[in-house]
């Protein structure tokens, strides 16, 4: 079940890089040398790249992992949606995401591509939750209390998954939607942000606009035809 | 042939993330709707990734495609080292990298791609240099004068390999170092950047220290055992 309220995470451009370079110094610190750097796509594209800039890494490659269930449920599917296109029997492997939240990704990760027979997986993160239940070998800072964490690299889309929830229960109007998203989920988007992912959500037909007032377009309580 | 003194510019995440929403607003502009994305190792992974945020895609992936020959020379040779692990007959493609420079990287993905029949294919990248042999379909700027470009997420190892070009001429100290990379290649690195690529080379066994100069291994140059 999600809760009506919650706090998220706006993790800035800044932060995401510096936890990368993080991840990378604890990775170099363990001494794992790995033949490759497999990104968990999507999440895992920008920190993978940067973890190999950081250890002078170039065979880098990604497969994509596809979840099944609703976002932020505690116990999703994950499932491989693009797989690996490169033999990596007898290599040490890396593999790169953003984040462990229930840790079905990174789980699903490993049961596939130890068919592969690799010599060793390791796995690392930015942001490791307590809440995971697989515990990834390396991750640069813990999450002990439970939080919605929004990537600098995720913010066009999860802003629209939010702008989609509170409009799902009222119509309302940009900086009105500004102040909700600020008083339920404790996050502070720029308005240049909101703007954009409100046209977006026009232009997709999930939303409609009359004068100053959003709303989501089948909800019960849009305004209706003047 | 590389000239010993040419303009580097270093761009920093702000810029590169900004050109990569620019990317995607052409695209969108241009009303191409791809059905995947693929991300050219490893300089795409970063742009591929804002560019799928921005138009709200899921369907990412990569390739990986592996130059030879040395790097700035004009006409190295690319060929495709990681390959397409998904089916795309028939489909609309959109293929992202960082910059055209020769254009060898995405003529070489271009007719690898072909190769699996699909339905379109449209290339975009962050900047494209006009002496590209390649024209991509979108590109967020235009470089009309050459410079060396190196990305925020190619930083630590370009720079590696900026203080190895200056060390190969003669020992240096880090100070020496950032002054001497200002004056070649115009470039102004964070001292920290500096130190930590410095530390690397040794670690490396590329380069090694005596007191506060450091210098190339193997170097006839260097100032030799005390």
């Given amino acids: 079940m999600i809760a009506d309220s919650f706090p998220v995470d706006l993790v800035s451009w800044d932060y995401a890089t510096s936890l990368s370079r993080s991840l990378a110094a604890m990775i170099r610190a363990s001494r794992f040398e790995p033949d ?9 594209y920008v920190p993978a790249r940067i ?16 979840h099944w269930g609703t976002a932020a449920h505690k116990f999703d599917q994950a499932r491989i949606r693009f797989p690996l296109s490169v033999n990596v029997e007898g290599k040490d492997i890396l593999v790169i995401d953003d984040i462990t939240d229930t840790g079905e990704t990174l789980m699903t990760a490993r049961e596939y591509l130890a068919l592969s027979s690799p010599s060793e997986i390791r796995t690392g993160v930015l942001q490791h939750k307590t809440s995971s239940a697989h515990q990834p070998d390396y991750y640069a800072e813990l999450l002990s209390d439970w939080k919605w964490i929004v990537y600098p690299w995720a913010l066009h889309e999860d802003l629209i998954g939010f702008l989609e929830k509170v409009l799902s229960t009222r119509p309302a109007s940009a900086g009105d939607l500004v102040e909700t998203l600020r008083l339920r989920f404790m996050m502070n988007p720029d308005m240049d942000e909101v703007i954009l992912a409100l046209n977006d959500m026009v232009s997709l037909g999930m939303v409609a606009r009359q004068r100053d ?3 989501a377009l089948g909800s019960t309580q849009s305004p209706g035809p003047e």
């Fill in 213 to 215: 007032l959003f709303y």
């Fill in 51 to 66: 973890v190999c800039d950081r250890l002078l890494m170039t065979d880098l490659t990604s497969i994509k992992i596809e």
């Fill in 36 to 44: 490759i750097v497999i990104a968990i796509g999507r999440g895992g």
